[in-house]
């Protein structure tokens, strides 16, 4: 070795640190996992929510299928303008000078004198 080599050597002696790590015991920690779900069980989650999932998506279904003779019913109705108000019926009123003949007389201890 060259004596620049050498000088240089020493230095990084000085400076790198050496460690060293040793066990107290031994010991192996087994990790075993288990499935949550066995096989069955996993298949009737499956099946329960694909089955939600269908029955809204009939439904879904269902109601796209009744909106649809609404909305022909509403343009036909614009278009041909028959569309059909409700009947208000009759008006009931009572005319002022027959109003005290028609209503019972209050009870005597009900109106106020004072």
């Known amino acids: ?25 031994i010991t192996k920690d ?4 288990l499935p949550t779900f066995s096989t ?3 298949i009737s989650s499956l099946g329960g929510v694909l089955s ?5 998506s009939l439904v879904m279904c269902l109601e796209i299928l009744e909106i649809f003779p609404l909305m022909m019913q509403r343009i036909i109705n614009r278009h041909f303008n ?11 009123g009572v005319p002022r000078r027959n109003a005290r003949k028609r209503y019972p007389k209050p009870v005597a201890w009900a109106i106020n004198t004072n």
């Open 30 to 33: 087994m990790i075993t996992e």
């Open 1 to 25: 070795m060259a004596p620049s080599e050498a000088q240089g050597y020493d230095e990084l002696k000085d400076e790198v640190l050496a460690l060293h790590i040793s066990f107290s015991s």
């Open 52 to 56: 939600l999932y269908l029955g809204m």
């Open 82 to 92: 028959t569309s059909q108000k409700p009947d208000p019926g009759p008006k009931i």
């Open 40 to 42: 069955l069980t996993l």
